[in-house]
């Protein structure tokens, strides 16, 4: 399974990105997926997921700003991201649970100030 995120860029403060993740098979219905997010010296932390029945969950620290969903039928999860701030600054990866997890190559998301 390949995971491919695009959507990544520089914007400002307040502003919004619509990030996705393209799987490269259908597996949307099969595997649970979401993103994570890495700030430079930072560990790696937990954005949002989708279970395969559509339910989401978010850190806390995106709630009521981020937005996961899916599109079964483009093999795609999406990531609505509004009213960013410098502190979502971080390369973005999705990743899919099967047997075991795949993660994309992450896309640089950049929220200037």
């Known amino acids: 399974v390949r995971l491919v995120e695009s959507g990544g860029g520089l914007v400002q403060f307040g502003g919004s990105l619509r990030l996705s993740c393209l799987a490269s098979?259908?597996?949307?219905?099969?595997?649970?997926m979401g993103w994570y997010r890495q700030a430079p010296g930072k560990q790696r932390e937990f954005v949002a997921e989708?279970?395969?029945?559509?339910?989401?969950n978010y850190a806390d620290s995106v709630k009521g700003r981020f937005t996961i969903s899916k599109v079964n039928a483009e093999d795609t999860i999406y990531l609505e991201m509004n009213s960013l701030k410098p502190e979502d600054t971080a390369v973005y990866s999705c990743?899919?649970?099967?047997?075991?997890?795949?993660w994309g190559q992450g896309t640089q998301v950049i929220v200037s100030s």
């Open positions: 990743y899919a649970d099967l047997i075991s997890r795949y």
């Open positions: 098979e259908r597996i949307l219905n099969l595997a649970h």
């Open positions: 989708v279970t395969t029945d559509g339910r989401t």
